[in-house]
């Protein structure tokens, strides 16, 4: 079946850095790729939807200049925080579709603690 | 717009007990409905879809759904549970042909407990 992994698996970090998060179809190519935001015992909000080789389009209050996405190749997808403050740790999760399976499927999220 | 409602968020079940979840949607169009299942520290799993065809679904690990149109709903149940059935259970829904692009959109989850 399809895979989607995500690297880093939990991250920690200090108030002010920037982290990124990578988000990989391992055998498929995957056009559009998605990035959630889990909040603990929530669901999932979509925060934005990446299609390769074009801008992210981001969910109403997203802050794009925050939570810089890119998409630069058909099997990658990477996520950017910016400037993390505590108020950015959550759990983040990627999804990935080729447009030709008919479902999203998800990496095992990347928890991100920010002190 | 779709939405989702899971209209319960915890449910303990006693191991080798029936068990359903309920999901509720609305939208203003077809609809392609999901469930999930998310372990502790983990992404999410797809048990089983709908897309069109027959009402009753089956998927992974012994749980079907019935997609009701008239009561729009999709509620997810299995017949005996196990201990390794506890997880957290996401209804969501997409819309559109090419629903592989489309948004989902979640429920709140349901927190499935099994009870030894």
């Known amino acids: 079946g399809a895979v989607v992994s995500q690297h880093p698996s939990w991250v920690i970090c200090k108030s002010g850095t920037s982290v990124k998060i990578e988000c990989r179809s391992l055998d498929f190519q995957a056009t559009t790729m998605f990035w959630y935001r889990q909040f603990p015992k929530q669901s999932l909000m979509l925060m934005a939807t990446?299609?390769?080789?074009?801008?992210?389009?981001?969910e109403q209050g997203v802050e794009k200049d925050k939570f810089l996405i890119n998409h630069a190749s058909l099997t990658l997808s990477t996520l950017t925080v910016t400037s993390a403050h505590p108020e950015d740790s959550s759990f983040y999760i990627c999804?990935?579709?080729?447009?030709?399976?008919?479902?999203?499927?998800f990496g095992p999220g990347t928890r991100l603690t920010v002190l | 717009a779709q939405s989702v409602t899971q209209l319960d968020s915890q449910v303990p079940v006693f191991e080798e007990a029936p068990v359903e979840l309920r999901c509720n949607y609305s939208s203003s169009v077809s609809v392609y409905l999901f469930w999930y299942v998310q372990y502790p520290n983990q992404g999410l799993q797809l048990l089983l879809k709908y897309l069109s065809g027959s009402t009753l679904v089956k998927g992974i690990n012994g749980f079907e759904a019935e997609f009701n149109k008239s009561q729009t709903s999709f509620h997810l149940r299995k017949p005996s549970v196990h201990i390794s059935d506890t997880a957290e259970y996401f209804c969501?829904?997409?819309?559109?042909?090419?629903?592989?692009?489309?948004?989902?959109?979640f429920g709140t989850g349901t927190r499935l407990t099994i009870i030894p």
């Open positions: 969501a829904v997409s819309a559109g042909f090419n629903f592989g692009n489309e948004k989902l959109t």
């Open positions: 990446s299609n390769e080789g074009s801008k992210a389009t981001y």
């Open positions: 999804s990935a579709t080729s447009g030709v399976v008919d479902t999203q499927y």
